[in-house]
């Protein structure tokens, strides 16, 4: 039995008072899903399985270029940062892994894994940084890393990576996340080609310092920190990178990592039928890179792409298995918050995606019924599963309102007692 951060005494008090209007919500919506032939234990059973990972970094405070304001009580180290990644696994009971990014969170591996494991937290994707400069490194990433002119720099990079790898094997990791910086701030500073190609030698002495049973997600991101060019930018030279490497290679797709617009449902389709979708970056955007919350600005956009995963689980595509992480930068909320929520909003755009009639759809398809076949997945999408979500999660241990129970824990005031306000921190979202 693993320890909990958050007493028992008031989980469960806070559920009692809460239980009986839920199992009320549950049975009617179970009634009005039963109509549509749709069993709703079912896809409880679904929700409860479901998980995503937790990034190390999103437990602090984030920044922008202009400011970063630290909240009260913010994680010193990466061993505050487990035990806040601690208290969202269990009210939420969806987020049972962390993911770590180094050097930001290095430490010895054993004492991580220790640490972790007395929360019953495992670890997913690692994540290598050569995007900023270390302390004491020797050569700089100021123009670049895995694809940089100089061999050295280069050889720096990879050896960084391969470190990743090290590390991630002592806590049971299974991938290793490239998500590099390099790019161009005026045309001419650099040859697309040449860049690619010493890109793409660099990430073959990575891949081949892969385990047999790991996967290597490489993270496309149109622009910044470069505003000119960028050597991994989008979906098709992401895949071509995964085509170039290997079976163990797959592409990594962050949703606020794509131009104004663009069709990210269609991306995530594409990838499934060529069997490259690796995994996710969840977060919200309205503009850029905004990396708001999960669902917070678009949560029908996050619920057509979930549409596509349901549907490639459904139909048992060949190997597909993608990682689901969060990828967010919080700015003016209490980061564990936004971080229940959001693990909340990724599940409830799964569990809608699972009441789509896809016979119902498939047939409108054939029968070029427009109207009727949107409005299948409108019919879906409308639908409020937060009775599923509450059940699973009271099912489980976790929290009927995860934020309510956190509030009333005082975890908040508890931790800013215990720890100093640090100037600075490690920021920088990927
Ligand atoms: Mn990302």
């Not at 030279?237 to 995964?242: D, E, F, G, V």
Request: net charge negative; with cysteine; charged share 25%.
């Amino acid at each position: 039995m693993s320890e909990t951060i958050i007493s028992a005494d008031l989980v469960a008090s806070h559920n009692a008072t809460r239980k009986a209007n839920l199992e009320r919500d549950y049975a009617s919506l179970g009634e009005r899903l039963d109509r549509r032939g749709i069993a709703i234990d079912a896809i409880r059973d679904k929700v409860e399985k479901f998980a995503v990972a937790i990034p190390s970094w999103g437990v602090g405070t984030g920044g922008t270029r202009f400011a970063r304001f630290p909240g009260a009580g913010e994680p010193r180290d990466i061993f505050d940062k487990i035990e806040d990644c601690a208290v969202i696994k269990q009210l939420t009971q969806a987020t049972p892994t962390v993911s770590l990014h180094i050097p930001w969170d290095k430490a010895d591996p054993n004492r991580l894994k220790q640490a972790a494991s007395r929360f019953g937290l495992g670890f997913d994707a690692m994540n290598s940084n050569t995007f900023s400069d270390a302390r004491d490194q020797k050569l700089s990433y100021k123009f670049g890393s895995l694809s940089h002119a100089d061999a050295g720099t280069r050889r720096q990079a990879v050896e960084h990576n391969l470190e990743c790898i090290e590390i991630g094997k002592t806590l049971g990791s299974k991938a290793l996340t490239v998500w590099i910086g390099d790019g161009s701030n005026f045309p001419g500073q650099v040859n697309f080609a040449k860049a690619f190609e010493r890109y793409l030698d660099a990430m073959k002495e990575i891949y081949a310092g892969l385990p047999a049973d790991w996967k290597l997600f490489s993270e496309h991101k149109m622009y910044e920190p470069a505003f000119y060019s960028t050597v991994v930018q989008d979906w098709g030279t992401n895949y071509m990178i995964a085509q170039e490497l290997g079976d163990k290679a797959f592409c990594l797709v962050d949703l606020g990592h794509h131009a104004p617009n663009v069709n990210i449902e269609m991306i995530v389709s594409r990838l499934i039928q060529f069997k490259k979708l690796g995994g996710f970056h969840f977060n919200d955007s309205k503009y850029g890179d905004d990396d708001l919350d999960a669902g917070s600005i678009d949560p029908y956009r996050l619920f057509l792409v979930f549409n596509e995963l349901v549907d490639a689980e459904l139909s048992g595509a060949d190997g597909f298995d993608p990682a689901h992480m969060l990828d967010q930068s919080h700015n003016v909320t209490d980061p564990i918050e936004s971080l229940m929520l959001s693990a909340v909003e990724v599940q409830r755009a799964y569990a809608q995606a699972l009441l789509v009639d896809r016979k119902a759809l498939e047939g409108f398809q054939d029968l070029n019924d427009a109207l009727m076949a949107t409005q299948t997945l409108k019919a879906a999408y409308r639908t409020d599963v937060e009775p599923i979500l509450a059940m699973a999660r009271l099912k489980t241990g976790g929290a009927i309102d995860p934020v309510a129970a956190y509030r009333a824990a005082g975890y908040r005031a508890e931790v800013a007692a215990e720890r100093p306000a640090v100037a600075g921190g490690s920021g920088g979202i990927v």
